[in-house]
């Protein structure tokens, strides 16, 4: 079945260490998304890719860092800039028809990542 | 900018009953969409429905149905016949297009309880 993969699915880090978590698509979209959800709060956008090779920062894009090597990975590193680290991680990808507002985005089962 | 403004943090409705989630949002834009998608106790996030600007028409999904009232930015949910398996977080979410296409900007979530 085609889907997008998240993993881990709980991850810790410590202060001053980065940590990278995986987003893997096998639906053959061009774009795709990182969100961070915060208790109580909607989805902030972090960064998304429309192509391989190419991205650009979404609202909250300090702290963090993704690259788009392959159409079907998207990682993203939260590095020690980031203090506010704790939240709940969202990958998602879309079919990716540039200019289109209507795109359905598939979502991952997510990374819970917590500051230890 | 787009904004989305959910002031139900809680809502909550019997087995069999409806129930009508609101949304407001906002937007300088004038082709958009809008979605409304539901995040049950598992995370994952589901499209429930989507609604196109231009389009007069309510769009209906089985049990779900929209009231869009374009001139007031209103985008309430509707959910006939609830059932237990609708219980989840219910976010609104607008998206314009253009060069911010795939920026899906989300309000801050509903909680939605079915009592049996």
């Known amino acids: 079945d085609g889907g997008i993969t998240q993993s881990p699915k709980y991850l810790f880090r410590k202060e001053g260490q980065n940590v990278t978590l995986s987003c893997e698509q096998n639906?053959?979209?061009?774009?795709m998304y990182w969100y961070r959800q915060d208790p109580g709060q909607g989805l902030r956008l972090i960064y998304y890719s429309q192509i391989v090779n190419d991205f650009q920062k979404g609202d909250i894009a300090e702290g963090y860092s993704v690259s788009r090597e392959k159409k079907e990975s998207f990682p993203l590193t939260v590095t020690s800039a980031q203090k506010n680290p704790t939240a709940f991680y969202l990958c998602?990808?879309?079919?990716?028809?540039?200019?289109?507002?209507?795109?359905?985005?598939?979502f991952g089962s997510g990374t819970q990542l917590s500051v230890l | 900018a787009q904004t989305v403004t959910q002031s139900q943090p809680e809502m909550s409705v019997q087995e069999a009953e409806t129930v009508t989630l609101s949304c407001t949002y906002d937007t300088s834009e004038s082709d958009y969409y809008l979605f409304w998608y539901k995040q049950p106790p598992s995370r994952q996030m589901i499209l429930v429905i989507r609604?196109?600007?231009?389009?007069?028409q309510n769009a209906t999904e089985n049990r779900f149905s929209v009231n869009f009232q374009k001139a007031a930015k209103s985008f309430s949910l509707k959910i006939s016949d609830s059932q237990l398996g609708d219980a989840a977080m219910y976010f609104c979410?607008?998206?314009?297009?253009?060069?911010?296409?795939?920026?899906?900007?989300f309000g801050q979530g509903t909680i939605l309880t079915v009592h049996p």
């Open positions: 639906l053959n979209h061009d774009a």
């Open positions: 979410a607008v998206n314009a297009g253009g060069t911010s296409y795939g920026k899906l900007t």
């Open positions: 998602a990808s879309s079919i990716g028809r540039q200019g289109r507002a209507d795109e359905k985005l598939f």
């Open positions: 609604q196109e600007a231009y389009k007069q």
